[in-house]
């Protein structure tokens, strides 16, 4: 952790792209799109929460378990990339290219991706998701990077470790009190007049898991020892897994959601493993960073079709996003109007997704889900790939960094 605090090992950075990085990132980007498969097309996503335990499965908890690494190693990555970023760019020129990006993604969240999302051309429904809180990061970091390395660190620290303290703090109402407080710490909906506004990923613990990730990024520069770096992704990839196991059987701090003994020794498991993400709890985090981090310890050297395969997505994560978006949607239009007797304006929403009454009795079985999930990955694989050529030969092209 040392050389993260003190920036001693701050060199000219690695020219080319870490491919640890790009395969980890496209893990997770083909792992998120399971989620969104199962929230268009499993039956029981319009019944409860595959996290309710008093009705889900283990099959179907795990299919949404698993995807919870993704937002967090999402995020971290970006911060991540975003160091290397600063070996190339001024402090200014980086914060000024954060801060338009930042703002970039907020319009793309609340406009182009919330359509896509419901179909809805009058936009019922206002959406604070996760772009957005990937857009407002990235224009806190823009202030964050002018800071000391080690200032940066424990603003990171802080925040990760800190912020459940505020969990039993609540802002009631719909008001503008309330929303805001929303947008920083609590996940909730309000109404005004016709519209609905949901906030999905409240900011804070974001803000300390990008700032985090923009420190690991002093372990990939140019100059640095391969095996240092992975001796120290591996003991605190390690340590954040060992801490996730004893403070989570304390029951004591890092979670409000509690664990408690179920009617089976795997349920009991399950109620273990079900933290809080809205907001990320600090153990929702370690829960998944650290085997993120052990991720990339064993993976820098991996070279295979497989591996290369997947790195294509982890280098065009933006545009997968928005592509399988609206893949998943027109698809679940489809699948509702020709295989389940439904209108296909059923499938135009006015509401978040998640609370649809009118699709109550639609849906899949989860085979079904996965199926159809590994039929989106590989439908946009020629997509990904292309774009993903189309950048590395017009780099001179100032506006595909923003996609």
Known sequence: MEELATGRAITPAISS???????????????????????????????????????????????????????????????TSVYLMSQKKSKKELSLFLLKRGVWLIFLDIVVLAFGWSFDIYFHVILFNVIWMFGMSMIVLAALVHLQLKIILLVGLVIVAGHNLLDNFNVEGNNLSAFLWALLHKQAGFTLTEKTIFVGYPLVPWIGVMALGYCLGGLYTANYNPLKRKKILIRIGSLAILLFVVLRATNIYGDSSLWSRQLSPLFTFLSFLNTSKYPPSLLFILMTLGPALLFLAFTENVDNKIANVISVYGRVPLFFYVLHIYLIHLLALFAANLLSGFNWSDMILKQPLWFTENLKGYGFSLGIVYLVWVGVVLALYPLCRWYDQYKRHHKEKWWLSYM
Not at 38 to 51: I, Q
Not at 52 to 68: G, N, Q, Y
Request: glycine share 4%.
């Open 17 to 79: 792209r870490v491919q640890s990085i790009d395969l980890l990132r496209g893990v997770v980007m083909v792992i998120m799109a399971l989620d969104h498969v199962r929230d268009y097309f499993h039956a029981d996503a319009f019944l409860y929460s595959p996290t309710d335990l008093s009705k889900t499965t283990a099959a179907l908890f795990f299919t949404r378990w698993v995807t919870h690494f993704c937002a967090p190693v999402f995020v971290f990555l970006a911060g």
